[in-house]
């Protein structure tokens, strides 16, 4: 039995990961569960899952979840999510979102927990600091994001050492160099083949409206700006310590095959499946075994054949590639300039991201107002190589105080 603490625990992959406990009561107990402001939720699930801690956003929720439950743990705010973090358990499963995510993940590494990565802003800002104590503690960290779930699956039992390195015990002992490329797919998001001035008037609707995947709004506004894959090209930088000019972003709008590795002799194994988070959750969870999860899904998703399974003569048919528009969706490009540059820089670049990304969602600025004005936010700053958590947190906050001042909303 794995007891399992989902930080993040009211969100799309976190309700989704409570499915999979729910239907495998005899491999999964949720032991700790946390939300910032679902409280009512929360609560639904405390009820479910009976677990021994929970941390919910404020001191008001914590009195109202300790009255009914006395006999839980209950923390609050960023400082609970930290201590919650440190509870006894199997692993974590990281489905926090943004910036947030990583105090709590450094936190249970330092404990020797294992790690279920869905907060990829966690090696985006602390790549570096994350990995080097995942090695020093011998501890996995297991991606749940569905590209690097793929490119995990796709490195398992070629070579061994082809293994991501930040999973690994044996300290220092990088990938197998026989990796010659990464093959990131994207979808393109909903306003794939627009040009800039297209995008320049669209709604806060319309860019929640994503073709493939639902999740939560600041993801899908990523997807949307093309932010979501120069994240993960950082995150797969760190994940399996691979150089950024390694990983080459490909367009792939019917998002069935959800990344590739091509190696040294020129064979490309790729990684497929319907669009479904579940399966790199419970990969994630179960690891290194598989979990049954195609019957329940049977008859229910018009993407499926009718026996539940990816139908290479429907859905798989037609499976397409094309480049990337760097031009338009300039994120891309600001992300690999922000992995080159290295030390700060991505953490600056995540920070101005996830700020603007709010105000987008508030429905303060424009679409466009996203690329331009972090690109404006890194011209201006100064980049330097942060050591600490402490220190991280403090540069992201730095640059979305910039990113604010640049459009005079404050
Ligand atoms: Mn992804």
């Known amino acids: 039995m794995k007891k399992v603490l989902i930080l993040g625990s009211t969100g799309s992959i976190g309700t989704q990961a409570l499915e999979i406990i729910r239907n495998n009561r005899d491999k999964f107990s949720a032991c700790g569960l946390s939300c910032r402001s679902r409280v009512d939720d929360l609560i639904a699930q405390i009820r479910e899952f009976a677990p021994e801690s929970v941390c919910v956003g404020n001191s008001d929720d914590a009195k109202r979840v300790k009255s009914e439950f006395p006999e839980i743990d209950v923390h609050y705010g960023d400082a609970g999510l930290v201590e919650i973090a440190g509870m006894d358990c199997d692993i974590v499963l990281n489905a926090l979102m943004g910036i947030s995510g990583l105090a709590p993940t450094y936190e249970a590494i330092s404990h020797g927990r294992d790690i279920a990565l869905a907060n990829k802003e966690t090696l985006v800002a602390g790549g570096e600091i994350v990995t080097e104590l995942c090695r020093e503690k011998g501890v996995k960290l297991i991606p749940v994001d569905s590209e690097h779930s793929a490119i995990f699956q796709c490195l398992e039992g070629n070579g061994g050492s082809a293994c991501a390195r930040a999973y690994k015990d044996d300290a220092g002992d990088g990938p197998d160099r026989a990796i010659r490329r990464i093959l990131l797919t994207a979808s393109g998001g909903p306003f794939r083949g627009r040009t800039l001035d297209e995008m320049r008037d669209v709604t806060i609707e319309q860019a929640l409206n994503h073709p493939n995947w639902s999740m939560g709004s600041k993801i899908t506004i990523d997807s949307a700006t093309m932010m979501n894959k120069g994240l993960e090209v950082i995150e797969a930088r760190w994940l399996f310590d691979i150089p950024a000019d390694k990983i080459d972003v490909h367009v ?159």
Request: aromatic share 6%.
């Open 252 to 410: 792939h709008p019917e998002s069935i095959v959800h990344s590739m590795v091509e190696f040294m002799d020129g064979s490309v194994i790729a990684q497929m499946g319907i669009p479904d988070m579940k399966i790199p959750i419970g990969l994630a969870l179960n690891y290194p075994d598989r979990l049954s999860l195609i019957p329940e899904f049977s008859g229910l998703d018009e993407d499926r054949g009718s026996d539940g399974s990816l139908d290479f003569f429907t859905k798989g048919a037609n499976l397409t590639f094309e480049k990337a528009d760097r031009k338009t969706f300039r994120c891309l490009d600001i992300a690999y300039a922000a992995i080159r540059e290295g030390g700060s820089a991505p953490v600056v670049m995540n920070g101005a991201n996830e700020e603007l990304v709010a105000m987008f969602l508030a429905g303060n600025i424009g679409f466009t107002d996203i690329p331009e004005t972090i690109e404006r936010v890194m011209d201006k700053s100064g980049f330097s190589r942060p050591g600490t958590v402490e220190e991280i947190l403090a540069i992201d906050n730095e640059s979305r105080i910039m990113a604010r001042k640049m459009l005079k909303t404050e």
